[in-house]
C-alpha cells in the first residue's frame, strides 16, 4: 500500500471526528456504558477513533468488537488492516460444530484460537505493566463469544522448534500425538504430521503452508515449507526458499489432557457405558473426535472468554439488535441439541450428566461477565433518547432505482464543500473511478482498501 494511499486513509477517521458529536463522545470515553447511534458503513473508522480517543485518555488500546456472524468479522478485520495498518489485528473464530455435538471443530479453527488466547495472555501481563504501545483489535462473532472455553489455556504455550537446536524425534512424535496432531504417511492438511527417517513433515495449525523439518542427528538443521499437492519444496519469487528460523506448534484440540482429565474420564469410564469408547481413550491420553463435548466435566472449569482480556479492556457490540437476535436463536438451537444428543447417550447410567456449562451463553450474561469492563453499542437505529449519542453520520445511498446516478450524488456533495474520500478494494477500480472523476471535475482522494 503506497504512502499516499495510507495518508488517504488516515485522514478518513481523522476527518469524521471532528465536530461536536466526537467531543461529546470524547468526553464520554471513560464512562462504563456508552451507546451510539452510526450507520454499517462508519463501523471501522468508528472503531479506530474510540482506540484514538481511548489512547489520549491513557487507557488501554485493547477492544473487542463483536458482531453478529463470522463473515462480518472478516470483513471488519479487513477495513481496519486498511485503516489501521498499524494496528494489531486479532480474529477469533467460532466453532463450526454446536459445543454439545460429538464432533471437534477443525484444527485451522481449534489452532487460530488458541493463538488468540495465548496472545490475550501476553497481552494482559503487558497492559498491566502499562507497557502497551499499540492498538489491539479482537474481532469475534457473537456465536465465538457465547461459548464458554476452557479455563486456562493460554497456560499452555506453543510447541517451539527453532533451528540449531537438539530434539530427539521419537519424543517429537510423542508430543505431537499429545497436541492431538494425527500421524499420517503423506501430509495433506492441517494438524496432520509424518515421519521419515530424518525429517519430520508437519501441518502446523496456524501455519498457511506444510513445513519439512530435517534433522542432522538430533539437531534441527532445516526448516523449509512444502506444497501438500506435489510435496515439494516452496520457492520465492526469486528462485531461493524462504530462511525459518522457527516453527510454532499449537494443538488441535481444545482439551489437553492432564492428568487430571484422564483421571476423570477413567472415573466416568463405567458410569455411562454408551460413551464408554470415547472415555477410554481419553483415560489412556489419547485424544478423541468429539471430546470438547465433554469439557464441562472433564476440564477444571469453564470461563466466558472475556475472562483472557485486559481488566481495562473495551467491549464494543456492532448491531446490537442483530446480535441479540442471533444470540437468542444460538441459545434455543443449542437446548434442543444437547437434549436431543444426549439424553439417549447417558441412557442406563447411573446418573445425569450436566453438560449445561458448556453451551451457549445468554447476551445478558456474556455482559455480566465482563466483569466491570466498559461497554459500547454502535446501532444503526437512532431514538429521541438523551443517552444516545447519535454521531449526525449518513449511509451513502444506494443508486439502484434512483434517478440519481452516483456521479451526480457526488458532484452534488463536492458542491456543497464536502471533503471525498472513495475507497476501492481493487487497483483497477480505483484507476477507473479516477478517470470518471476527472472526467466530471469531481475534485476527490480515491485510496485502494
Do not use: C
Amino acid at each position: 500500500m503506497s504512502v499516499e494511499n495510507l495518508k488517504a486513509l488516515s485522514r478518513l477517521a481523522a476527518l469524521i471526528s471532528e465536530g461536536y458529536p466526537f467531543a461529546t463522545l470524547q468526553s464520554k470515553i471513560k464512562n462504563y456504558r456508552v451507546d451510539i447511534v452510526a450507520p454499517l458503513g462508519a463501523h471501522a473508522p468508528l472503531l479506530e477513533v474510540i482506540n484514538q480517543f481511548r489512547a489520549d485518555a491513557k487507557q488501554t488500546q485493547v477492544q473487542l468488537v463483536v458482531v453478529a456472524t463470522g463473515r462480518e468479522a472478516e470483513d471488519v478485520a479487513a477495513a481496519l488492516r486498511s485503516l489501521s495498518p498499524d494496528a494489531e489485528i486479532l480474529e477469533f473464530p467460532s466453532w463450526e460444530t454446536l459445543p454439545h455435538e460429538r464432533l471437534s471443530p477443525s484444527p485451522e479453527t481449534v489452532g487460530k484460537r488458541l493463538q488468540v488466547l495465548h496472545r490475550l495472555n501476553e497481552l494482559s501481563d503487558v497492559a498491566k505493566n502499562k507497557k502497551l504501545d499499540h492498538s489491539v483489535f479482537v474481532l469475534a462473532s457473537v456465536r465465538a463469544v457465547l461459548q464458554p472455553v476452557v479455563a486456562g489455556l493460554a497456560n499452555h504455550p506453543p510447541l517451539r522448534l527453532e533451528l540449531g537446536k537438539d530434539y530427539l524425534l521419537f519424543e517429537l512424535s510423542l508430543k505431537l500425538v499429545e497436541l492431538a496432531y494425527h500421524r499420517a504417511d503423506m501430509v495433506t492438511r492441517r494438524g496432520e504430521f509424518a515421519v521419515r527417517g530424518g525429517i519430520l513433515d508437519i501441518f502446523p495449525t496456524t501455519a498457511e503452508h506444510a513445513m519439512r523439518l530435517e534433522f542432522f542427528g538430533d539437531e534441527l538443521e532445516d526448516i523449509r515449507e512444502f506444497s501438500v499437492a506435489d510435496q515439494r519444496s516452496i520457492h520465492n519469487s526469486d528462485g531461493t526458499i524462504a530462511n525459518i528460523k522457527s516453527v510454532e506448534i499449537y494443538p488441535a484440540r481444545e482439551i489437553i489432557i492432564t492428568p487430571n482429565v484422564a483421571s476423570r474420564a477413567r472415573e466416568m469410564l463405567h458410569e455411562f457405558p454408551n460413551i464408554s469408547t470415547m472415555l477410554a481413550k481419553i483415560a489412556e491420553g489419547i485424544p478423541v473426535d468429539g471430546m470438547e463435548s465433554l469439557a464441562p466435566v472433564l476440564v477444571d472449569s469453564m470461563i466466558p472468554f472475556t475472562d483472557y482480556l485486559p481488566t481495562d479492556a473495551l467491549a464494543t457490540l456492532l448491531s446490537p439488535e442483530k446480535s441479540a437476535a442471533r444470540a437468542h436463536s444460538l441459545v434455543e438451537t443449542n437446548d434442543e441439541f444437547l437434549h436431543a444428543a444426549w439424553d439417549a447417550a447417558t441412557e442406563g447410567a447411573q446418573a445425569p450428566i450436566d453438560l449445561s456449562s458448556g453451551g451457549f451463553v445468554e447476551m445478558s450474561q456474556f455482559k455480566d461477565a465482563l466483569d466491570g469492563r466498559q461497554l459500547f453499542t454502535i446501532s444503526q437505529f437512532g431514538a429521541d433518547d438523551d443517552t444516545l449519542i447519535n454521531l449526525g453520520l449518513f449511509e451513502v445511498p444506494n443508486f439502484k432505482g434512483l434517478e440519481t446516478t452516483s456521479i451526480e450524488w457526488l458532484e452534488d456533495q463536492a458542491k456543497h464543500g464536502q471533503h471525498i474520500i472513495l475507497v476501492a478494494e481493487g487497483h483497477g477500480t480505483v484507476e477507473r473511478l479516477n478517470e470518471q472523476l476527472n472526467a466530471a471535475g469531481i475534485k476527490a482522494e480515491i485510496a485502494q482498501g
